[in-house]
């Protein structure tokens, strides 16, 4: 996971998603789910995470609109802007209730994960605050972000882009972040190696 910034919110959400939604709701009491008012904005969404999905933080082609507080858990944030993340449609799903058990990309710290290089397994580091670190472990289990084959699956095949001249590091950054500071730490270290001989 890396840090996002919030996404503001677009001009027309609240005449066609949040009224609307609210409206829906409101007639529908019982409803199990709420009408989908939201995927309309899922471009705007993605545009705000760089395309990137909010918990992989890999470029995410499709995606889908996660509501960060489920709309089990609280109806009432289901047409909220502030409630959704730009995800992977296999990390909603695993995310499913989770809620404010897993860390927000909104309150996560650039440094709080990385990426190991060859293996390309994704930990929590040594500079994340105590505090939160209980929850990062959890994330990663609970999102499957340390190494299941769907996220190693993609982190290699942008690295081997990277790799074979395909793709600059600029470029790898751009669509996967924590893969390319994986690269810039690995560099570093062995022109500190070579200045030690």
């Known amino acids: 996971m890396i840090r996002f910034e919030r996404v503001p919110e677009p001009a027309e ?20 789910r709420p009408r989908d008012y939201w995927n309309r904005f899922k471009t705007e969404l993605a545009e705000g995470f760089n395309n990137l999905c909010a918990y992989t933080a890999i470029h995410e082609p499709v995606g889908t609109v996660d509501h960060f507080i489920s709309i089990d858990s609280d109806r009432s944030l289901a047409y909220e802007w502030e409630n959704y993340r730009f995800a992977s449609g296999w990390i909603n799903s695993s995310k499913q209730n989770a809620d404010n058990l897993i860390l927000d990309p909104f309150e996560v ?9 060859p293996s390309l397994q994704m930990t929590v580091s040594e500079n994340i605050p105590e ?19 769907r ?3 993609p982190r290699q095949r942008w690295y081997q882009m990277y790799q074979e001249g395909k793709l600059t590091l600029e470029g790898l950054r751009e669509m996967a972040p924590l ?3 994986a690269v810039e730490k690995h560099i570093r270290n062995c022109i500190i190696s070579k200045g030690m001989t």
């Not at 959400?13 to 199990?32: I, N, T, V, Y």
């Open 151 to 153: 996220v190693i699956g």
């Open 131 to 149: 505090e939160h670190r209980a929850k990062a472990e959890y994330t990663l289990k609970r999102l499957h972000l340390q190494n299941d084959p």
């Open 179 to 181: 893969v390319a500071r």
């Open 109 to 117: 710290e650039n440094d709080w994960f990385e990426i190991h290089l």
């Open 13 to 32: 959400f609240d005449e066609q998603a949040r009224m609307p939604g609210l409206q829906w709701l409101e007639s529908h009491p019982s409803a199990k």
